[in-house]
């Protein structure tokens, strides 16, 4: 029943912007950590940004300084903005959702949506 909803993926070339878009429930949305966490293939995955239900941030340090989440209340939306991509970026980027920070670092997300592809070329 509960479903994230992910959009704004797709193939730039190298040096190029991206921003990334999830629709999620408003009753999750109110209180729950939201974060964006990559899967590349033959890669573990790795948790890119966070964003807590009131602003706590944390980036992984692959990205740190190029991309930036935050929080649009109005519409029940998280955002990954993706500057200066590179193809080691290229990865299925996933929104999900946990209860606090805490759940989330620890790689037990309870909400996910099914992902959409960011491809990077050189």
């Known amino acids: 029943q509960v479903q994230l909803v992910e959009s704004g993926g797709g193939s730039v070339q190298a040096g190029n912007s991206l921003t990334l878009s999830c629709v999620t429930p408003?009753?999750?949305?109110?209180?729950?950590?939201m974060a964006w966490p990559r899967q590349a293939p033959g890669k573990q995955r790795e948790l890119v940004a966070l964003i807590g239900s009131i602003g706590t941030l944390h980036y992984a340090d692959s990205v740190k300084g190029r991309f930036y989440i935050s929080r649009d209340n109005a519409k029940s939306t998280v955002l990954l903005r993706m500057n200066s991509l590179q193809p080691e970026d290229t990865a299925v980027y996933y929104c999900?959702?946990?209860?606090?920070?805490?759940?989330?670092?620890?790689?037990?997300?309870?909400?996910w949506g099914q992902g959409t592809h960011v491809t990077v070329s050189s």
């Open positions: 408003r009753n999750i949305f109110g209180v729950n950590a």
């Open positions: 999900s959702s946990g209860a606090d920070m805490w759940t989330i670092l620890s790689g037990k997300s309870q909400y």
